[in-house]
């Protein structure tokens, strides 16, 4: 996938702004049968006191909306027609607490929360980027897989992609053991205020979020991927009988099949 954002690959800066966005660029195999690898942005937005990451293309989603609902404007479908992969969000609080949100079954928000302690084990490695930065490395077990990090000691910012956080400094790149999935710093940028928000697009729609245990969130997860369609058509009344809304009905169930069928190698596999 291209990554059209150019404006992000700037000098690094100083971490001296209220609000720190990171640019990550993820490489990940989202499928255990197939060989191929597919790339992603995403960012995590810093402040004061909650750290928000998600998919860059999610984000892009949610700005547009706010945008436009703040303005009392319409809001034109084609920005809905475009799926984003990995259409989640990981809200980290201080302390150690975690909220993670993502939208199932393309019309339905689940959250969690989640208390995370990493048992990172700090090693003597280091390695000298091409920014000449000089990074030390970790590894911890998280999710079933092992990853190792380099961070930055130098940047005050405990925090770095995804659920990973707690080392002692800015995280620039993490790998897993298996070379599944990782997250490599490209960018960080300076900002006057937070951009980010912890609704997505459907809350911001007036839809509501519900919050369940990790265990049946990730049941209810794979419930959608083998039922994309849920109990949608007991909720149709008349309009079961429109061959148009069946044919679309099935299409869309097609293409979630095959999504979820090439995409079933997840972060988290524990």
């Excluded at 490489?27 to 998919?55: G, H, M, T, V, W």
């Excluded at 997250?183 to 697009?201: A, C, D, R």
Aim: charged residues 30%; contains cysteine; positive net charge.
């Amino acid at each position: 996938m291209r990554i059209l954002v150019i404006l992000i690959l700037l000098c690094y800066q100083s971490i001296n702004a209220q609000v720190t966005r990171v640019y990550y660029e993820l490489k990940y195999k989202p499928s255990k049968q197939l060989s191929n690898i597919e790339k992603e942005l995403d960012i995590l937005e810093i402040n004061s006191d909650q750290s928000i990451f998600q998919n860059y293309q999610s984000y892009v989603l949610d700005s547009t909306l706010t945008k436009n609902l703040s303005k009392m404007n319409s809001v034109d479908p084609q920005i809905f027609s475009k799926k984003i992969n990995n259409n989640y969000k990981v809200i980290k609080e201080k302390g150690g607490k975690l909220k993670f949100k993502e939208v199932l079954g393309g019309r339905e928000v689940y959250e969690y929360n989640e208390n995370i302690n990493i048992d990172w084990h700090l090693l003597p490695q280091t390695k000298t980027d091409e920014n000449k930065i000089v990074l030390r490395s970790a590894e911890c077990i998280f999710g079933g897989r092992k990853w190792v990090a380099w961070y930055d000691p130098n940047t005050p910012i405990n925090d770095g992609p995804y659920k990973f956080r707690d080392l002692p400094g800015l995280i620039y790149s993490i790998e897993d053991s298996d070379n599944q999935y990782s997250w490599q710093l490209i960018g960080i940028k300076n900002l006057s205020h937070v951009s980010t928000i912890e609704k997505n697009f459907m809350e911001l729609q007036g839809f509501k979020s519900i919050t369940v245990q990790k265990k049946e969130f990730n049941q209810i997860k794979k419930n959608f991927e083998t039922n994309p369609l849920g109990n949608s058509k007991e909720s149709l009344g008349d309009m079961i009988n429109d061959q148009e809304v069946i044919k679309k009905m099935k299409e869309y169930e097609k293409r979630e099949l095959e999504y979820a069928k090439s995409h079933n190698n997840t972060i988290e596999i524990k």
